[in-house]
């Protein structure tokens, strides 16, 4: 591993030479300069992970170089050496951005302490750094996973409403990647600097549901023992991610409309009303429509948050995106176990691309794990899916017939089924789901491939 490097800017040349035998037994490559204009031009060529400056030199001051230094590298430390170490110079430094000061003379215990804390600190930059890199990799556009139609005419709408300030409502079955969609367009978006804040709505009561968005003064009710700030002060100048919102009670759902209508809110037990500015995406399985019909919710919420809709199709619907999931889970998890697995076998996969999937991408991620851990050899198998998966058959999961137990037109019309299914599946898939090749290839009109498309629900990611 390279040696940390520490420049020491100092117009006595008897002060570097200290300098530099001390920092050189510590452990650390040392430079040293005495002229602060050439040292600066140094900073930019030999990149040194700290810098120590004096405050006092001619032609530049230490504060000087600090400003050049930032300039050149805005994360690089620097360190202020001071004979003349006052409350005010101190305060000017560390305003200006530097990291610490220390006071001539100094020991080498003291320049070795403050030397590691310079360290720590900029290792601690560089990891959240690299964390940051890998969220917004993570939650980029071109990290969800697939090729289909389907999925790119999702990202499309996707892409283009990233950077407006529209409130956004994601439609899809549990499972296809709601959440993961969510953070791809608060990362994209102008608030990706500010907090994406999630909400699970289903998993809490009315109450602590509340408690949890608004939050609470002291003593505002039994147990509420300090003042604690809600959700919603927290999302303030970021995303708001309201997941299963169709499960928010009427009573909430009114509190949440009047949050959004006037962009303040109180806390419980409080009387001060605290301002808010974030852009709500929510999400549901539910069709909310038809919930608003049941009186279930309230209609004027519901074009608050549905300024733009988006639909996430479910995995059936996306049925060449599944090797490539698979492969991406199958990498993930055997890099995680330490085992040594890359393949998947043709029947497994065979197997994978016919079942219905009612978990959607989130089951096949699972499906995926518990493969990885019963697996044996270099190749996931049939052996190492669960047995429902073997057992069941494709779209709308209909098992075998068995044809001892129905009657004759029963297993003739369920097996009809079964066929139709696969085969439209298969057929799809093949033409690269478009209508017009489908047809041509099965010799049959367009209308029958419209009318088994509207019988299984098969409509997702269709062209022409």
Partial sequence: MDKKCVFVIDDEKDFLENCLRLITKQGYACLTESDPEKAIERIGAERPDIVLTDLKMPKKDGIEVLKEAKKIDPEIIVILLTGYATVQSAVEAIKEGAFDYIQKPFSADQLRVVIERALNQKRLLEENRNLKMQLETAYSFENIIGTSVALKNVLEVVKKVAKSEANILILGESGTGKELIARSI?????????????VDCASLPENLLE???FGHEKGSFT???ITRPGLLEFANDGTLFLDEIGDISLNLQ???????????????????????NFRVISATNKDLREAIKKREFREELYYRINVITIILPPLRERLGDIPLIAYHYLRHFANLNKKNISRISPEAMRLLENFYWPGNVRELQNIIERAISFCDGDAITADDLPEYIKEKISEGM???????ELEFKKARSEWLEVFEKNYLMNLLKKCDYNISKAAKLAAVDRKSIHRWLKKYKMTMGIKE
Avoid: C, M, Y
């Fill in 223 to 225: 147990g509420a023992h």
């Fill in 186 to 198: 608060h990362t994209n978006s102008n608030h990706f600097k500010r907090s994406f804040v999630p």
């Fill in 254 to 276: 009114g509190k949440l409309l009047r949050v959004l209508q006037e962009k303040n809110f109180r806390r419980i037990g409080g009387r001060k009303l605290i301002d808010v």
């Fill in 398 to 404: 209909i098992q075998r017939p068995e044809i001892s």
């Fill in 211 to 213: 408690s949890e968005l």
